[in-house]
């Protein structure tokens, strides 16, 4: 790899650069170009099979606010207690065939402004983006995947780290 690194005698790891504190240098993704995408709002994302559609008490509180009514009536209208890795968090519940609560056919999401952040940062989680053939497997069902806005690796990184997943 980094023929400066070698020619400046910079100490290596299995043929990589170390930084001062040890560490290996990480190499860049395979998405360093950037990876496109504009959401078309076609609701793939948001229908079909069930699943976990995570929410915050902070979305918690904005979805109900949105919506007119307090956090404890949300809570029991739309939402789901699931214990997940040992902690309780709560999902947003589902239309019968999967579909999320908050989606509407010819409409699309009705708080798209406010949806959840693991609404907000698709295609952009961290599992979708590890792997380019793991993008590609996602984008069969997305049609904003490759397409639109162009997104730097740094930004992907950032939203991949937080995710809300």
């Not at 890795?85 to 609560?101: H, I, P, T, Y």
């Not at 959840?116 to 049609?143: H, L, S, Y």
Request: hydrophobic share 30%.
């Amino acid at each position: 790899m980094a023929p400066a690194a070698r020619q400046s005698g910079c100490p290596m790891v299995d043929d990589r650069p170390i930084t001062p504190v040890g560490e290996p240098i990480s190499e860049p993704p395979w998405y360093q170009g950037g990876l496109r995408f504009t959401c078309t709002q076609c609701g793939n994302c948001c229908t079909g099979d069930p699943g976990f559609t995570w929410v915050s008490d902070g979305e918690i509180a904005a979805l109900a606010k949105r919506l007119g009514i307090d956090g404890d009536a949300f809570r029991r209208r739309y939402t789901r207690t699931v214990w997940h890795s040992g902690a309780k968090r709560f999902s947003l519940v589902e239309n019968r065939g999967g579909d999320c609560v908050f989606f509407k056919r010819g409409t699309g999401c009705t708080v798209y402004e406010d949806r959840p952040r693991q609404c907000r940062t698709w295609p952009f989680w961290q599992r979708v983006i590890d792997e380019p053939q793991e993008w590609a497997d996602a984008g069969r069902g997305c049609p904003g995947i490759d397409h639109g806005a162009l997104h730097s690796a740094a930004e992907i990184t950032a939203i991949a780290a937080d995710d809300g997943l």
